[in-house]
């Protein structure tokens, strides 16, 4: 397994495993703090010369959560994943950079005051839990630990996001998310099939929302549609539902470029960093951390740190085999 291929897919061996991993997570990153400065912000038709300082937002805070706490304890535990994403919050940092929803920090609080891991985020939003793309925004970890046993991907995705997400959507956003990551680990540049891949998260779905969103998606694809009608169509919010759709569509239509599709995610306006952290996850995944430009990548708050841990994680992948 050392060499030669994985899975029976040509080419994916342990170095481009580890390309991949380090890509995708470094891709969250990268997406994630192209697109901080301009969150909230109009649609843009072009970002040509993107503002780039490299500092992260709670999208990637929360990926090294869930990271950490894979490889700390060897797989998934609830109560220890929220304790990290606790010991990993800084209310202050929060303010001037990180940013976070307003459900993650009510929910670390219940808990500290002594509510259940998976019973806290339950109490959100007037009890039916929250749809936000919070969950979604961190699972690259799992897409990338599971990547090739789809029922635990979507049996840890639920649990993972459940510390957060109580809603149905919030967390099937997740799974797609975290199926899309494994898809694009499973590919070997250049030969992923755009369409063939929308079809596939569209199988994979159990709900119609997302089934609906990404067949929509196909149909963007094939026409080439602008990006004004892709906003229209698939959303730029901060609602899981209308966003992670979009995400998956950015990196399906720039499939060959990393660069491309993350420039192009940050260009559609509204929740920049989180659809560019999804979309980034995802291409970074397909192409691994060599096609990640590397001034963005030498840029990048902890980018070191961020590397070391996706190793960690291939090591935890190899164990289990
Ligand atoms: N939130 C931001 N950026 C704005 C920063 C605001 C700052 N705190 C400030 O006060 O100035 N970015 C980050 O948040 C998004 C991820 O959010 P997450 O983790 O899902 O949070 P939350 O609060 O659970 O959900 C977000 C919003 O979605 C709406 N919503 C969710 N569930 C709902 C429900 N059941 N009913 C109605 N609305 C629901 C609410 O508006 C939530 O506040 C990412 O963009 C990340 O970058
Ligand atoms: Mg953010
Ligand atoms: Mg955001």
Redesign the pocket.
Known sequence: MQRGFFLGVPGLDVAALRLKFRGSMLGTGVGDALGRPL??GVFRLVVEQPEFDGRY???TEMMIGVAESLVEVGGFDGEHMARTFMRNYDPDL?RAVR??????PTVFRLIERGERWDAASRR??GG????????A?RIAPVGLLYFDEPEALRKITEQSSLI??A?PL?VEGAVVQAYAVALAVKSKPPSLNPREFLEELEAFTREEVYREALREAALLLDERADRRKVVSALGNG??AFRSVPTAIYCFAANAESFEKTVLYAISLGG?T??IGAMAGAISGAYHGEEKIPSEWVRKLENADYIASLADRLLELKLKQQ
């Open positions: 969150e909230g937002t709670d999208d929060d940013r976070y929803g307003p459900g993650p959100l939003f039916e839990g929250s749809f936000g793309n919070g969950a925004m957060t997400h809603h919030g901060v609602e929740d960093d989180t």
